[in-house]
T-cell receptor, first 115, second 111 residues
């Protein structure tokens, strides 16, 4: 397996534009996470899906952020409209959850810069 | 609660010496404690983890200890090498799925 695949690797966009980040989890994994990493706030969990269903979106900062998982092999994180403070590295991670003790495998991340 | 405190924030060691990173967590129900290593510009990768039913686990030069009573867990790296230079994150699991990460420790191994 190629691991968790994210695209794009880098995204530079202007303030106000819509940004869509994509993730393909590891085949067979039942859990998917979106994290945001910044120097100030570290690694923050944005949203958690289990079996394609959003279970916990309490980390989504505002209504400008939305995430979907239409099937077991694809998820998107959308920011509309984007703002400079959204600049960060966004990681997608997947795992096979069995009673909570499961390694989370991270994708390479998308470095988002909003100017 | 979902608080994980990690210390120190930076650590500089001489090659061959040991490095120790300490974490505390707030939720006594947490039962899984992984450690991730993140090299510059790369993804976090699991290096070792420990379940709550054991107190210590070792993998070559890396060891983790867990004190559930005190809600402390630690990472020990022995015989450090330049390739150990990276940011290390501890984490604790909450509600059976939610990994809450510490703020990270930047380890620099001096040659």
């Amino acid at each position: 397996d190629a691991g968790v695949i994210q695209s794009p690797r880098h995204e530079v966009t202007e303030m106000g534009q819509e940004v869509t980040l994509r993730c393909k989890p590891i085949s067979g994994h039942n859990s998917l996470f979106w994290y945001r990493q910044t120097m100030m706030r570290g690694l923050e969990l944005l949203i958690y899906f289990n079996n394609n269903v959003p279970i916990d979106d309490s980390g989504m900062p505002e209504d400008r952020f939305s995430a979907k998982m239409p099937n077991a092999s694809f998820s998107t994180l959308k920011i509309q409209p984007s703002e400079p403070r959204d600049s960060a590295v966004y990681f997608c991670a997947s795992s096979l959850q069995t009673g909570g003790m499961a390694e989370a495998f991270f994708g390479q991340g998308t470095r988002l810069t909003v100017v | 609660g979902e608080n994980v405190e990690q210390h120190p924030s930076t650590l500089s060691v001489q090659e061959g010496d040991s490095a120790v990173i300490k974490c505390t967590y707030s939720d006594s129900a947490s039962n899984y404690f992984p450690w991730y290593k993140q090299e510059l510009g790369k993804r976090p990768q699991l290096i070792i983890d420990i379940r709550s039913n054991v107190g210590e686990k070792k993998d070559q030069r890396i060891a983790v200890t867990l004190n559930k009573t005190a809600k402390h867990f630690s990472l020990h790296i022995t015989e450090t090498q330049p390739e150990d230079s990276a940011v290390y994150f501890c984490a604790a699991i909450y509600n059976d799925y939610k990994l809450s990460f510490g703020a990270g420790t930047t380890v620099t191994v001096r040659a």
